[in-house]
């Protein structure tokens, strides 16, 4: 299983909880806004990615836990 | 922006519904009628403060705080005279140890925040063009416009490039407390000295004293925790309007950024240098405070973040969430359309009080919410608010903490309050930006 995580750039307001709560995935552009440094980040950073999003003020990341191959079902 | 941000309310009359209760009960806990009212429902009825008291909601829990706060179907409302609105008032407003005298009630059911309206009145003079160069005033799309423009000046690495200065800053500080000697009141020393300069290095003012002539100016009002008078506002102008014109390319503050940076006028810069350091300042002072009071009137956990300094960061959090010093200012919303909530109708032109205390003590966020518990993990609270208007300076606010409370737990480790802690006296409005007033230390 693979978590894919992605952010909304358009959303993102650069408050910076993501790169507080997990700075191995997320970092700021110049201009403040989220940049994902890892799409899929190894299991052990899933607990603060999750937090990352939990934190976003404005909700921007999205964490897609799902099998490898699309046409499986959704594992909830 | 409406062209109308007065107080007109559509949907029904008050008839027997309640003010929103405040006060601070024990030491530092919200009123327990919040917590009974959200035991029952996430959103209660409530009449609201204003020239014209109409009815409203109060959002009690921690899930609907954050729907509400980040949705833009609410927006922000202010006073026809550009103040921020307040919820409560009235007669029961005033009860538990900040309680204040019947002369004041009248004042604050107007419920204008004096600093801002100030701060307002003098910034859309400067600028008959717009409505206010405080982006506080705005609603989207002029607020996405202008965060947009700021907000990259307050990114994560931004403001670490600051920690240096921090550090110095706090290093000074400590070193005059230690030569003035004990005892002393840590407010005036420390909790105050600090954020002051603090935000004149971050925003680029050299003069202090433009922003707070006497410390306790800012705990003898009731009306919003602090009062700014107009003659403290034009030297606070004065200060921003010289710092913005002497400010040169390479001035590696908010002022010199915004002018090599961004597409913001000169009056604008000025705007914003003054919104920046007139709330970056006054609610630091009162979090900075609070926590030193939190943390020494039960001395165990001072003594634990000595000897556990890997607990400072987690423990900032949890001094955020318990003590949340905006106890109602400033997350008053109204329904732009017809919204449901939490199966609740809100209605277009229905106003709704964020309750930020209420949400932060939420049991179904955070377990036993009525301990102080460093252990915690209160990541995800809503001190500084949630949505597009989460508070600008959050991180800063971090690193100040951070940087203080591992200089002084290493310099500091006997510290401990000179009074009892029930004897500390709370500032006049801290009901609505919970502070002490002073804290007399020794160690």
Redesign the interface.
């Known amino acids: 299983m693979v978590a894919r995580v992605s952010a909304d750039v358009t959303a993102c307001?650069?408050?910076?909880q993501c790169?507080?709560?997990a700075p191995d995935v997320f970092?700021?552009d110049?201009?403040?806004t989220v940049t994902v440094l890892d799409h899929e980040p190894p299991d052990d950073f899933l607990a603060s990615v999750r937090?990352a999003a939990?934190?976003c003020?404005?909700?921007a990341i999205t964490v897609d836990s799902r099998s490898e191959a699309p046409e499986r079902p959704y594992r909830n | 922006v409406s062209t109308d941000p007065g107080t007109e309310y559509p949907n029904g009359a008050t008839d027997d519904l309640p003010y929103l209760p405040v006060g601070v009960e024990g030491l530092f806990d919200p009123p327990l009628e919040l917590a009974r009212w959200r035991n029952e429902t996430p959103l209660h009825r409530i009449r609201m403060a204003g020239p014209e008291s109409h009815p409203g909601w109060v959002v009690l829990g921690h899930r609907v705080a954050r729907e509400v706060l980040g949705d833009p179907r609410f927006e922000k409302v202010f006073t026809r005279d550009g103040g921020i609105v307040l919820p409560a008032a009235g007669p029961q407003a005033h009860r538990g140890r900040s309680g204040a005298g019947e002369d004041d009630a009248a004042r604050e059911r107007h419920g204008t925040h004096e600093g801002d309206r100030c701060l307002a009145a003098a910034v859309s003079e400067l600028d008959e063009l717009s409505r206010s160069g405080d982006p506080i005033f705005w609603n989207a799309p002029e607020h996405t416009r202008l965060r947009g423009q700021l907000a990259k000046f307050f990114s994560v690495r931004r403001i670490r490039e600051l920690r240096p200065d921090v550090n110095a800053i706090v290093s000074s500080v400590a070193a005059r407390v230690e030569e003035e000697g004990d005892p002393i009141d840590w407010v005036e020393s420390v909790a105050v000295r600090v954020p002051l300069q603090t935000i004149c290095r971050f925003v680029g003012l050299t003069d202090p004293s433009a922003l707070l002539a006497n410390t306790q100016d800012l705990f003898a009002t009731e009306t919003s925790g602090f009062t700014v008078t107009a003659e403290q506002l034009e030297r606070l102008f004065v200060e921003a309007e010289s710092a913005v014109r002497r400010a040169s390319s390479s001035s590696d503050n908010l002022i010199g950024n915004l002018l090599r940076e961004s597409n913001l006028t000169e009056r604008e810069i000025v705007g914003v240098a003054m919104a920046i350091a007139q709330t970056g300042f006054h609610t630091t002072v009162h979090l900075l405070a609070s926590a030193f009071f939190a943390l020494l009137a039960d001395r165990s956990r001072w003594v634990r973040l000595c000897n556990e300094p890997s607990l400072i960061l987690p423990a900032i959090e949890e001094l955020m969430r318990f003590l949340t010093i905006s106890r109602q200012s400033a997350h008053v919303r109204r329904a732009v359309e017809d919204v449901e909530v939490a199966g609740v109708q809100i209605k277009k032109g229905d106003w709704v009080h964020v309750s930020l205390p209420a949400a932060n003590r939420d049991p179904e966020r955070f377990p036993n919410p009525d301990e102080l518990d460093l252990d915690r993990d209160a990541s995800g609270h809503v001190l500084f608010g949630f949505g597009a208007r989460q508070c600008l300076g959050q991180n800063l606010v971090r690193v100040e903490l951070d940087v203080l409370l591992n200089e002084m737990t290493r310099r500091f480790p006997t510290l401990r309050l000179a009074v009892p802690p029930d004897e500390v006296p709370l500032s006049k409005g801290a009901h609505i930006l919970f502070a002490p007033r002073t804290l007399m230390v020794s160690w």
């Open positions: 307001i650069g408050s910076g790169v507080l709560a970092d700021q110049d201009d403040g937090s939990q934190r003020p404005v909700r």
